[in-house]
């Protein structure tokens, strides 16, 4: 949930209004394919509850387990191609589909908005990084690392407490549609 906590910790309450008003919740069966690999997707999603997995077709590879409060399609939005791996509900779920023609028209017009959105999804990029490199270590000692997410952690916990409360409002106001 940390990833959505840093992107709700950037909107404000019109941004939270806007995406309740267009958003729209899904329920996803277990075993649906979300997201194709190397298809187009017309939606960015935050996953409200269920869990997805996040897989590379040609090898059967696994590179993520997603649960509530992630938001998927992210990258291909912000880069515009397809995405690279395929994400399947591995329980029933449900999601928030934010329509990608819709949000793109609100970042255009709205320049707040689009700020705000930009940096949010910006942490939350930042944040999987950090995990890969962490993950990896590139030569760092754990011990550094460790160290370095616990101050992290502390900038921004006051942020976190918010952003939860952000997040538990979209979701009940939020209707499916």
Known sequence: MKKTLLFFSELNNSDLEWLAEKGKKEAI???????????????????ISGSFSVTIEATGQILAHISQGEILGEVSFIDT????????????????????????????????????FYRGISFCLSD????????????????????????????????????????????NSSRYR
């Open 128 to 171: 999987r990084m950090r995990a890969t490199v962490s993950r990896f270590a590139y030569g760092r000692d754990l011990d550094e690392i460790e160290s370095s997410e616990e101050f992290t952690s502390q900038i921004i916990q006051g942020e976190f407490e918010l952003a939860e409360a952000k997040f538990e409002w979209l979701i």
């Open 81 to 116: 191609r397809f995405p690279l791996a395929t994400v399947k509900a591995t329980a029933e779920s449900v999601v928030l589909s934010v329509a990608r023609l819709q949000l793109l028209a609100k970042l255009k017009q709205d320049n707040g908005f689009a700020s705000r």
């Open 29 to 47: 069966a277990a075993d649906r394919v979300l997201i194709h690999e190397g298809q187009s997707i017309d939606a960015l999603y935050i996953v």
